[in-house]
């Protein structure tokens, strides 16, 4: 088979999901990045409390972090479509009351 004929052919993988696996919510992203390393912290945020807890740490390269960010970004066109446009705060709220994702 040609190099072509085979990149052009969609892989097949098989994702294993652990039994126990435990969904974390998270509406707080600490994103911090080194030349090698993107490095995602998900993170809860509580009303009334002036603390956030890490609950989960995502390391990708550079690369898989641009194929995510693509993903993200057509499944969320894909949802506005199904649902409707996705309301997010101005640009002026109030830094000293946060809510959601940063960037």
Do not use: C, W
Request: without cysteine; charged residues 25%.
């Amino acid at each position: 088979m040609s190099r072509e004929k085979a990149q052009a052919r969609p892989m097949q993988i098989n994702v294993e999901l652990p039994g126990a696996l435990e969904a974390i919510y998270a509406n707080f992203a600490m994103i911090t990045h080194s030349p090698s390393e993107i490095v995602v912290d998900f993170a809860r945020i509580l009303p009334n409390v002036p603390k956030a807890k890490v609950y989960a740490r995502i390391i990708m390269t550079p690369m898989n972090a641009r194929l995510l960010h693509r993903a993200l970004g057509e499944n969320l066109s894909k949802f506005e479509k199904q649902f409707g446009e996705i309301k997010t705060p101005e640009r002026g709220f109030d830094p000293e009351r946060p809510i959601g994702f940063k960037h």
